[in-house]
C-alpha cells in the first residue's frame, strides 16, 4: 500500500527558505503513470495547489508562487522535495505531498507537516 | 486565473440528501474532483472525473458536471459525514481548488 510521507523543519524564519521532503514507500517514484505534487492549508483557509513533478523532472508550477518554488525528485531515494524561497508569515500552512494520477487526480496525500514561519 | 466558487456552508439533516456545487466557467468541459478533509485529517478524493467513485467509497457519494456547475451529492446523510469538501480541476497547466465547503449534519 502506498504511503507518502513529509519530513521537514516545522519553523522557518522570514525571509529564509523553507525546504521539505516526501518519502514514498511501498510503490516506485518512477512509475510512468503519476506526477507527484505538493499542496498547502494554511490554518483554517482552504487548499492551495503549489506544483508538480514527474520522476524525470518535467515541473509543473502555480504561477503565484513559481517564482519562489523548486520541486526536485531524488528517484534513487523514492523522494521529491519541495523548496520554497523568501519565506513570509503568509506561508504558515500545513504542507502536504500527494500522489498524481490520470486527469490530474490527487489520489493519495501524506498527513501533512505544519510549518510556522516565525522569528 | 480560473476560479471555482463554492457555498460556504451546507447543513443537511441526518439521512437526508446533501448538494454541494461547484461553480466555474464552463466547467462542463473540464474533469471534476472532489475531496473531503476531517478536521485534522489529509484530504480525501471521493469522487473522480466528475462522477466516479474511488475503491471504499461509498455509493452514497455521486456526483454530476454540466455547464457551469458540478455537484456532489451525499445521500442518506450520516454523522461522519461532517467535514469540509473541496472541487479541483486542472485548468492552463494548472490545478485549482474549490473555495470549500462545510457540510454539517444535524
Known amino acids: 500500500q502506498l504511503q507518502l510521507q513529509e519530513s521537514g523543519p516545522g519553523l522557518v524564519k522570514p525571509s529564509e527558505t523553507l525546504s521539505l521532503t516526501c518519502t514514498v514507500s511501498g510503490g516506485s517514484i518512477s512509475s510512468s503513470s503519476y506526477y507527484w505534487g505538493w499542496i498547502r492549508q494554511p490554518p483554517g483557509k482552504g487548499l492551495e495547489w503549489i506544483g508538480s513533478?514527474?520522476?524525470?523532472?518535467?515541473?509543473y508550477y502555480n504561477p503565484s508562487l513559481k517564482s519562489r518554488v523548486t520541486i526536485s525528485v531524488d528517484t534513487s531515494k523514492n523522494q521529491f522535495s519541495l523548496k520554497l524561497s523568501s519565506v513570509t508569515a503568509a506561508d504558515t500552512a500545513v504542507y502536504y505531498c500527494?500522489?498524481?494520477?490520470?486527469?490530474?487526480?490527487?489520489?493519495?496525500w501524506g498527513q501533512g507537516t505544519m510549518v510556522t514561519v516565525s522569528s | 486565473s480560473y476560479e471555482l466558487t463554492q457555498p460556504l456552508s451546507v447543513s443537511v439533516a441526518l439521512g437526508q440528501t446533501a448538494r454541494i456545487t461547484c461553480g466555474g466557467n464552463n466547467i462542463g468541459s473540464k474533469n471534476v474532483h472532489w475531496y473531503q478533509q476531517k478536521p485534522g485529517q489529509a484530504p480525501v478524493l471521493v469522487i473522480y472525473?466528475?462522477?466516479n467513485r474511488p475503491s471504499g467509497i461509498p455509493e452514497r457519494f455521486s456526483g454530476s458536471n454540466s455547464g457551469n456547475t458540478a455537484t456532489l451529492t451525499i445521500s442518506r446523510a450520516q454523522a461522519g459525514d461532517e467535514a469540509d469538501y473541496y472541487c479541483q480541476v486542472w485548468d492552463s497547466s494548472t490545478n485549482v481548488f474549490g473555495t470549500g465547503t462545510k457540510v454539517t449534519v444535524l
Open positions: 500527494a500522489r498524481i494520477g490520470s486527469f490530474h487526480t490527487l489520489e493519495i
Open positions: 472525473r466528475d462522477s
Open positions: 513533478i514527474y520522476y524525470s523532472g518535467s515541473t
